[in-house]
């Protein structure tokens, strides 16, 4: 699996180009269509995915997928478990990709930290179950935010059970 991290929009939003078998997905397109649509150009784009809704993981939805005629989160590939972990918002989900040991995790879990839980339609109780859930997967895994930098689980295990007692 090959990764390219892109920096979109004004918030520097993560969007993510993942190719693997000659395939290629779109993760969180949140900003300048012009700018991905360039990277992507000798690819063969397969899906699109968005982790939530919010406006920074989606402002180049629309014409990516007129564009490629896809439409967002319906294409299964590569043993895509797609896992709900609301908190920061109430629709956002993470890719786990298993074979590859690769989690995108959008605003939910960051290097040293997690997404905002006092924004509209976040919850905090949601949250915690969701960090309950995911401390259930193998530490090895590589997690792959919304914003900032790659992390692991094992790295941020500690203080995901410091939020469980919070």
Not at 128 to 139: A, F, H, L, M, V
Request: aromatic share 10%; with cysteine; charged share 20%.
């Amino acid at each position: 699996m090959q990764i390219e991290l892109l920096k979109v929009g004004e918030l520097r939003t993560n969007c993510y180009i993942v190719t693997k078998n000659n395939q290629t997905i779109i993760i969180d397109p949140g900003d300048e269509y012009e700018k991905i649509k360039e990277i992507c150009q000798n690819k063969k784009i397969v899906g699109i995915f968005v982790t939530h809704h919010h406006f920074d993981h989606i402002g180049a939805l629309k014409q990516l997928e007129e564009f490629y005629h896809v439409t967002h989160n319906t294409s299964t590939i590569w043993n895509l478990e797609i896992i709900p972990c609301p908190g920061h918002a109430k629709d956002l989900i993470c890719f786990y990709f298993k074979e590859d040991n690769v989690l995108f995790s959008g605003d939910f879990i960051f290097y040293h930290t997690i997404g905002r839980c006092d924004l509209e339609g976040s919850n905090w109780q949601a949250m915690q179950k969701s960090i309950e859930n995911i401390i259930t997967y193998p530490q090895d895994i590589i997690i792959y935010p919304g914003h900032g930098n790659p992390t692991t689980l094992k790295e941020e295990l500690p203080l995901l059970k410091q939020y469980l007692k919070m």
